[in-house]
């Protein structure tokens, strides 16, 4: 019998997503791109390749490897 655990979903910190700075705060490294999704919202530009850079109105950017979270800029 094998066991299989939920996955936990990502909750959004607050409201309005990328807007809200609590939610950039609650980002980690290594976080999925759903994940990421579900805390901040959509991108407003997404720019794939080896890295993915998705940049968001407020300036705010998050750039993925290999669909992982590598790092982060909040908005200022």
Same mark, same amino acid.
């Given at each position: 019998e094998s066991s299989v655990l939920p996955k936990s979903t990502? =909750?959004?910190v607050g409201a309005d997503g990328?807007?809200? =700075?609590a939610n950039w705060r609650t980002l980690k490294t !290594?976080? +999925? &791109? /759903?994940a990421v999704r579900a805390i901040l !919202? @959509?991108?407003h530009t997404v720019d794939g390749g080896p890295f993915t850079y998705w940049?968001? +109105?407020n300036k !705010? @950017?998050? &750039?993925f490897? =290999? /669909?992982t979270l590598y790092r982060w800029t909040e908005p200022r």
């Open positions: 990502p =909750q959004v990328w807007k809200n =700075q !290594g976080m +999925s &791109i /759903d !919202g @959509e991108p940049t968001y +109105s !705010g @950017e998050v &750039i490897h =290999q /669909d």
